[in-house]
């Protein structure tokens, strides 16, 4: 489930689960979260990608 995936990620790197639904949910950029959250915009673009495994995952698990 997608709300338990962000909740064990908040509990241990509430830092990169921060990032991931800014871009994931709220359609931020890279650089936007990097300017919000003070993390560097490498570091922003790297936990954003973690986030194009949540998609897939939630769109397979709606369609079964």
């Given at each position: ?43 922003s673009t ?7 495994i949540a ?10």
């Amino acid at each position: 489930d997608l709300d338990a995936a962000l909740a064990r990620l908040a509990a241990s790197h509430p830092e990169k689960e921060q990032v991931i639904v800014m871009r994931f949910f709220g359609g931020m950029t890279a650089e936007e979260v990097a300017q919000a959250t003070g993390v560097t915009t490498r570091s922003s673009t790297r936990f954003g990608a973690v986030s194009g495994i949540a998609p897939r995952t939630s769109m397979s698990a709606c369609s079964m």
